[in-house]
């Protein structure tokens, strides 16, 4: 008998450098679980960055974001490289993550930093004890602020040149993503911290006002606030205090480079960028690991893939609604991981390296599609 299985649309979107590497590994992931659980997923390819530079003179054609939004959820490598690096061109390959995020409205990047023992204490620069049973959510604006600002770009040649860029956030961009970084923190540890710098910007007191004002609606979450000066020494004093951070564009983009050290590599870590838009099976969302293209490791199959891969477990929970696959996903990784496979960003020092498998991107790759339909999570 033909059953007809369950099927999802996903926009693929590679991008450039490592990002088609990467996104090739997660993808196969995916699929692995999406057979495993039986579910299908009906890929569209879209061109962003520089191989929509260098195909359309456009880092992503309207008509690609219109095709990603009538999708369930968006898969990302990673855009940008040497080649379209130009700061005063006019197109740039990052213009087409600013038009998926900001076009789609996906205002809320969620960017978790958990940490695998094994690898925190022989990857992160910070002291093993500090980095244990870390597990922070970052959840950053991702539409407004200085990103979205106007600007004026400073005059070519002359004297005296000066630039202008502006950072405006309104109460109904501050509500929405501080409702939702709640939320989040409710299903969590239930600790809210909210990052500002109040004591000198205008739109940081707005946001605090605005927090003070929704947190009698969650009396079962701990907020504060934290100067995100303070903040960042406290990430690397003291990770394990923090449940769940949320701040501005800026501030989130800084703070999660910095938190990802925690983890032992930017390699590891994924996020999602969500908006307010459900689809049939969840939110819709765009999912991406936080690594950029790394352009000098192209094609070497050195890049760790483990970041896009748990972008795509995460685009499975939020988007597709399969916490099944998500788990598996997730489980599979980890099992790699303790089985002793380890990509060049988290190989521990020579003579630190029994029972350690270094691998590159297409054998991590493999280790963790071993390990994809094994164990409680795909029953
Ligand atoms: C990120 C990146 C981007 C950002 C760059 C590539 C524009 O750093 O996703 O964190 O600043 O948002
Ligand atoms: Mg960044």
Redesign the pocket.
Known sequence: MEVDLPRYRIAAIPGDGVGPEVHAAARSVLEAAANALEFGIDWTEILAGGAAIDAYGVAIRPEDVATAEATDAILLGAV?GPKWDDPTAKVRP?QA?FALRGGLGLFANLRPVAVHPAIGAASSPLRPELVARVDLLIVRELTGGL?FGDRTEAAVGGTDRSAVDTLPYSEVEIRRVVGLAYGLARQRRQRLTSVDKANVLATSRLWRRIVEEMRSDYPDVETSHQLVDSCAMLLVKDPARFDVLVTENLFG?IL?DEASMIAGSLGLLPSASLGERRTAHGTFGLYEP?H?SAPRMTGLDIANPIGTILSAAMLARWSLGREDAAAAIEAAVVAALDAGFRTADILPAEGDRSGVTAVGTTGMTQAVLDRIGVGEAVA
Do not use: A, N, Q
């Open positions: 940008g990052e993550l990103y983009d999660s936080i950029g």
